[in-house]
């Protein structure tokens, strides 16, 4: 196992940045150093790994079931790993127990996950991630039902807080991106959303052109493969 510990005492949080698979005892090792360690005190947690669904679903629920950890992340990164229906299942009442997580990185974490879990994982994201600035979601493949999924978030300002959105690299296009760029109309939150790669040569100009249209003061990533 590799760990860097990074500990600020001006900020008062504490990064983990775990990169490789370990035991169950290693595991319960670093959830007990965290808790006993620094009982209380808002940290990032970062395992940014390969891990599998069965892998994720443990790590959260444990992260909710101890009341140590509860309303303590304030950024968590869990890009690289397989998430499906048991990681799923255990993100919503861990979220519910994370009131000022802010950052949210899912980076190619749900490749291998079927659109209905998906569409659970966007609703628990839009129901308790109240504090939640930054959102990214690229390289998971996403298409325009999902696009359309979370321009409801967006539309209805359910994450108030949301400064950034990243959605590069997936697979959005045409209806995905007319329904996003009608949500900004309404969004009082969001300032940079990044859309690069989704689509290519000239259509990916003329779905620029159409969130343009919509927006007024927003930075706008839309590179595309030409």
């Known amino acids: 196992m590799f760990l860097f510990l990074f500990s600020s005492v001006h900020f008062c949080n504490i990064f983990f940045f775990l990169f490789f698979c370990f ?5 319960f090792f670093i959830l007990l150093f965290v808790l006993f360690s620094y009982p209380s005190s808002p940290f990032s947690f970062s395992f940014s790994s390969s891990s599998s669904d069965t892998s994720i679903g443990p790590l959260l629920q444990i992260l ?4 140590a950890c509860n309303d303590t992340i ?6 690289f790993n397989t998430f ?3 990681s799923v299942k255990h993100f919503d009442p861990f979220l519910f127990s994370q009131t000022y997580l802010q950052t949210l990185n899912l980076g190619s974490a749900l490749l291998k996950l079927k659109p209905k879990f998906r569409a659970l994982l966007f609703q628990s994201i839009s129901k308790h991630c109240n504090s939640l600035i930054h959102l990214s979601l690229p390289s998971n493949n996403l298409n325009n039902m999902d696009a359309i999924q979370l321009s409801t978030i967006l539309k209805l300002n359910k994450c108030s807080k949301l400064n950034v959105l990243n959605l590069a690299w997936n697979s959005i296009t045409g209806d995905g991106i007319q329904a996003i760029a009608e949500s900004l109309l309404t969004n009082n939150s969001l300032k940079t959303l990044n859309l690069n790669y989704n689509t290519s040569g000239n259509s990916a100009r003329y779905e620029r052109e159409k969130i343009a249209r919509c927006v007024c003061v ?3 990533h839309f590179f595309s493969v030409q």
């Open 23 to 27: 035991s169950s005892s290693g595991f």
């Open 84 to 86: 499906g229906s048991f």
């Open 64 to 67: 909710k079931e101890e009341q």
């Open 74 to 79: 304030t950024h968590l990164d869990l890009s």
């Open 218 to 220: 927003l930075v706008i």
